[in-house]
Every structure is written in C-alpha cells, then in structure tokens.
C-alpha cells in the first residue's frame, strides 16, 4: 500500500508537477517532496525529439499519509467512496466521516482501534519518525477521552484514601490521557505495569486522606 505516496508523473514545469500531486493526493505543498527524475530535452530546434521531464512525488507528512490510508482501507472495506477524511495537525488526529460510523466504530471501538493500528503500522513503513496517529469516528475517541478522565480523577481519590490505585488495562492512548491527569495532582504519582498493548496503570499517592 506504500505506492499511495507516490506519484510518476511528466511535466513542463515544476509548478505543473506540483500541481498534479496536489490534485492526486489532496494535501498541501508543504506535505509533498517533489524530485526530478529525469530532466526536460528541448530536442532539435525545439521541436523533435523534445521531452518533458519526469518527476516523482511523495507524500512526506505522516498525517497527511495517514489520511491517504485510512481512506484506502475504508474503500477496500466496502465503506465506498463517501468518505471524509479531516486531519488536525496540532493533535496528529485524523477524523474519518462515512455513512456508517457505527461500523467503523464498532463494538466498544475495536474497529476503530484496528483502523488506527493498521494506519500506523502501514505509515511507519514509509515514515517511522514522528507521533502516532490517531484516528477519529463520531466523536467516539473525544467520549473516550472523558471518560479516562473520570477514571483518572477515580484513581487519584481511591489512591488518597488507601495509598495506591491501580487501573484496569488501557492501551496507550489512554493510559497517557491517565498520566497527564496524575501529573496535575502534586501528591501523587504514576507508571505504567504490564506488557504488551493494554497495560495497567498504578497511582501512588504519598500522602493518605483520614
């Protein structure tokens, strides 16, 4: 599936070529690395024997790649082609939109997590430098993400009370939504146990509440 980020294409200009990945990948400038292949030959007087020159476009952005995937996994899923694809940037999030966002959700977001992990996996073999991404249906992670919450805040009144609180297992996403809430709380710190995906997290707190 890496062929998604990569176009060959024949152009007279570089802005030409650009152009032409812009249109077949629908990202910006700015995720897009342009390579001239082999250059352009004027030919004899300009007429015979002339040759565009021939360029190599490659998507270099991991969301922007991201996106590209998901779309294509939705496609060969048989979700069609009415399918939104919205990245946010400053989040590394990539929003998927279909007419059937409960399948693509699925039973407590085991769907969901499997889209976000084969779009990880196949964006790392092309581009294994950056954040993981996470991919977004229905609102369904920003529910999620609420509810650690609540379970964070839990954790940390169960770990005043008798020491330590230990958490049921959550994969990574969400064991760090738990950190970064515990790191707000000055009495109390946190790790995570366990191995493999889904691991636990331990609070400790250093003081006990009466």
Known sequence: MEELFSL???????????????????????DLDVQIVTPARSGL?????????????????????????????LQLAGFGD???I????????ITVDTDMNALVIGKRGVTLDGLEYL?????????????RLTVECGQ??????????????ELVEEARKKG???????PADQRQVVHQWVRNCPDCSSRSEGQGFYKKVRVVCSRKNP
């Open 45 to 73: 007087f300009g007429l015979f024997g002339r040759r565009k020159a021939q360029y190599r476009i490659r998507v270099c952005n991991r969301l922007a790649a991201g996106g590209l995937v998901a779309r294509r996994l």
């Open 119 to 131: 779009v990880n996996g196949i964006v790392d073999r092309t581009l294994p430098d950056g954040p």
């Open 140 to 153: 369904f992670r920003q529910r999620q993400r609420d509810q650690v919450r609540r379970v964070a805040r």
């Open 8 to 30: 060959d294409c024949s152009a007279d200009s570089l802005e030409e070529a650009v152009d032409k990945g812009l249109k077949h990948f629908g990202c910006r400038r700015s």
């Open 86 to 93: 919205r990245l946010e940037d400053s989040g590394q999030e």
């Open 164 to 170: 330590r609180a230990l958490s049921q297992p959550l």
């Open 82 to 84: 009415k399918i939104e």
